[in-house]
């Protein structure tokens, strides 16, 4: 029988260095950026939420 992996803290997974950025701070504003949504069309983030606050999941399918 195999032990389980240890669960690391994602703060922990990589080391706080410029090499491994941890993303934007909390409050930091978001970069624009055009991805491809759920029906395969081209939706950019700035004109998708027009001023307003957005709300952003990105999901891993089952399949890659």
């Not at 090499?19 to 970069?31: I, L, Y």
Request: aromatic fraction near 8%; charge should be positive; glycine fraction near 10%.
């Amino acid at each position: 029988m195999t032990e389980p992996l240890p669960v690391v803290p994602a703060a922990q997974r990589m080391p706080a260095t410029e090499d491994f950025p941890s993303g934007p701070a909390v409050g930091d504003a978001f970069p624009d950026f055009t991805l491809r949504g759920q029906r395969g069309l081209e939706v950019n983030l700035g004109r998708a939420r027009a001023g307003r606050r957005a709300l952003i999941v990105f999901q891993r399918s089952s399949r890659w």
